[in-house]
């Protein structure tokens, strides 16, 4: 069957760093992708990743390792506009997104 | 402003009822897709289309129908609503290029409640 698995929930502080993982099994691979979902709003897209490697936007950065189905999301200087849920999906072999339930992060001052 | 609009915003629902949620978007995008969102659960796939004129079954397709008669637009109906169909429904698109990267764009969500 095909899943993606991601921690429910994680709490950092203002200005810190954190890392959410990401893992998955699924039909085929066409790109691990992350969202940002503020509570009450729709998710928009924050990074791609197809190759093995890390991609760096800004503060945000996502690595992805093909081979052990596993990606992380790192949140660098965290602000209070971050807490928000982040979405982990990946394009399956028919390009459908399958998506993790979320991982909520709460930062505290 | 360009982007996809959903309606309603929110809806209280009769369980029984005839139900459509619509979905417009003016990006010329595609594929786009129905999804609804219930807590602890990830974003599931109801319906999809390719391209105007098809559309496909997704994850839970059960008491939804869709139609793709334009690029534009993408009404959710749901035939006779149930309890069970009370959740958060997201409308998104994407211009699938050849890179074959598939990112979405959401509407802002139609919370729908079943009685």
Redesign the interface.
Known sequence: GQNIDQPTEMTATEGAIVQINCTYQTSGFNGLFWYQQHAGEAPTFLSYNVLDGLEEKGRFSSFLSRSKGYSYLLLKELQMKDSASYLCAVGDSNYQLIWGAGTKLIIKP | IAGITQAPTSQILAAGRRMTLRCTQDMRHNAMYWYRQDL??????IH?SNTAGTTGK?EVPDGYSVSRANTDDFPLTLASAVPSQTSVY?CASSD?GAS??????????SRLTVL
Do not use: D, H, I, M
Request: proline share 0%.
């Open positions: 602890g659960l990830g974003l599931r796939l999809y997704g997201f699938r074959g990267a598939n990112v979405l764009t959401f509407g802002a969500g």
